[in-house]
């Protein structure tokens, strides 16, 4: 292949709308210092391993990102692109590599392509090895919304492109467990295009962990390359659209399992509630304790739906840009441009978004289920309150007035006790009773009379006679 280049287009979320303004994720930063990690470790590259004293959201080494505030270019270099400079090789030419960082939105961006010098030298399969591919897999860059790795090449007409395609593919991933497969075929700008993914096989819809691959060859002489550089912007946004939209439905998908798992819960709640209520007398303890549990989940459960209607908003805020960045791509393709990413758009975008949506209409019914559930435990739980404290306050009262009445009757009894002179005797048959034993028997039965109005006065007091 001669006129070779690699790229890499990596896109990291630099914040999400619960960061305040000025704020950032915890791990924005991550896309610039692994970068740096490959330039310490396998491509060597001066202006690699000093990037981060060429980008604006550093200062002094230090990630910086408030300096990004106001700045109108997306780009966080003050120049167009950044040379790296170049690398040797054993096979008698260089490797110049060319950085371009930037800041799309609340997305992080680079392209880094590393291109052979010279320039029409022709690359084969094992050359490919010195331009260290494996370096530019998502075990490395770890960008969080996704990669594709790109390769462009100039072939003879006569040139299987199916199959070197293939090795290519197959190359970029070699000594790693991912095993990529051709997904599409198509043409941009004249030339053969190959869509290839290679998936992790222990988390495959992981986006960080996937590496998208777009394998360009030109078979035909097009002017692909001038194209190509005419349509970069759109290309760029594409590709930031294209992973967005990936990296938006797995993350609505486990919103909708996490709300899905909540929900399951709150049935479990409910047959433990019909458990309780259903009891002869009912545990007002477990129903307090049934009460503190569900808020909290009704609270998870709504945030789950909160955050499935933003990832419904944003997955087509995101198809909207996808779709304006094919229009302009197929404009300068004199109406042509890849069939399968116009599929793409026609087909698995508005799939995924009615699918969020049904998601949203699925759950939205079980927020209501959760606040009805609620309010009708605190009912219950107020009522059995309300009839607990009424019957201690008529328990009260009707002692007091018990007590109170049987204390004034012995007062009386006890005035006429020291005006007997008998001493006071063991109850015997031998011994007559003595008077103070039928002064307490009149002071016990004086109160348990006194409780008796005190409970007549308590009944009537909740339960009065209904007027004819």
Same mark, same amino acid.
């Given at each position: ?17 619960? @960061? ?27 202006? /690699? ?45 260089? =490797? ?23 320039? +029409? ?81 222990? @988390? ?8 998208? &691959?777009?394998?360009? =060859?030109n078979n035909s002489q097009a002017p692909t390359a001038r194209l190509a550089a005419e349509a970069y912007d759109w290309l760029l946004n594409l590709l930031c659209s294209y992973h967005k939209i990936l990296y938006i439905y797995q993350l ?26 259903? @009891? ?6 477990? /129903? ?95 009522? @059995? ?31 006429? =006790? ?11 048959? +031998? ?19 006194? &409780?008796? =109005? ?15």
């Amino acid at each position: 292949m001669k006129n070779f280049s690699l790229s890499l287009y990596a896109f990291h979320l630099r914040h999400t709308l619960t @960061e305040l303004p000025g704020e950032v994720v915890t791990d924005a930063n991550l896309l610039w210092e692994n970068l740096v990690k490959v330039g310490e470790g396998s491509l060597t590259f001066v202006g /690699l391993k000093d990037l981060r004293s060429k980008l604006i959201c550093y200062q002094n080494s230090k990630y910086e990102p408030k300096r990004e505030i106001g700045r109108i270019p997306e780009r966080l270099i003050d120049a167009q692109d950044l040379d790296l400079g170049s690398l040797p090789t054993t096979e008698g030419f260089k =490797i110049n590599a060319n950085l371009q960082p930037f800041l799309l939105n609340d997305t992080y961006a680079f392209d880094l392509t590393l291109v052979p010098e010279p320039s +029409n030298i022709s690359i084969d399969i094992p050359q490919l090895q010195h331009f260290k591919p494996s370096s530019l897999l998502p075990s490395h860059i770890q960008a969080s919304l996704g990669q594709t790795l790109s390769i462009y090449g100039e072939v003879d007409p006569t040139e299987d492109c199916g199959t070197l395609a293939k090795k290519l593919a197959i190359a970029l991933v070699a000594g790693t467990n991912l095993n990529p497969v051709r997904t599409q075929k198509g043409e941009l700008f004249g030339s053969l295009l190959f869509e290839y993914q290679a998936l992790d096989p222990n @988390e495959p819809d992981n986006p960080a962990k996937q590496c998208h &691959i777009l394998i360009v =060859i030109n078979n035909s002489q097009a002017p692909t390359a001038r194209l190509a550089a005419e349509a970069y912007d759109w290309l760029l946004n594409l590709l930031c659209s294209y992973h967005k939209i990936l990296y938006i439905y797995q993350l609505a998908r486990q919103r909708y399992r996490d709300a899905r798992t909540i929900y399951s819960n709150l049935e479990n709640k409910i047959q433990e509630f019909n458990s309780l209520i259903s @009891e002869n007398q009912t545990q007002l303890s477990s /129903l307090k304790s049934l009460m503190g549990e569900i808020p909290k989940k009704s609270f998870d459960y709504t945030r789950s739906l909160q955050d499935l209607q933003t990832h419904h908003t944003s997955i087509t805020t995101n198809i909207i840009n996808y779709k304006i960045c094919l229009d302009q791509i197929k404009t300068i393709g004199n109406g042509n441009r890849p069939k399968f990413w116009q599929d793409f758009f026609n087909k698995e975008c508005k799939k995924w978004r009615e699918q969020i949506q049904t998601d949203i209409n699925y759950l939205t019914p079980g927020q209501e289920l959760f606040g009805q559930l609620v309010d009708t435990i605190r009912g219950i739980v107020e009522t @059995e309150q309300s009839e607990r404290d009424r019957s201690l306050e008529n328990t009260i009262q009707v002692l007091g007035i018990g007590f109170g009445g049987g204390a004034i009757a012995s007062g009386i009894i006890v005035q006429h =006790i020291d005006k007997i002179n008998q001493p006071l005797t063991v109850i015997s048959p +031998n011994n007559p009773p003595h008077p103070f034993y039928a002064s307490l028997l009149l002071s016990v039965f004086a109160t348990l009379f006194f &409780i008796g =109005i005190g409970w007549l006065i308590t009944q009537r007091q909740y339960h009065p006679r209904d007027k004819k």
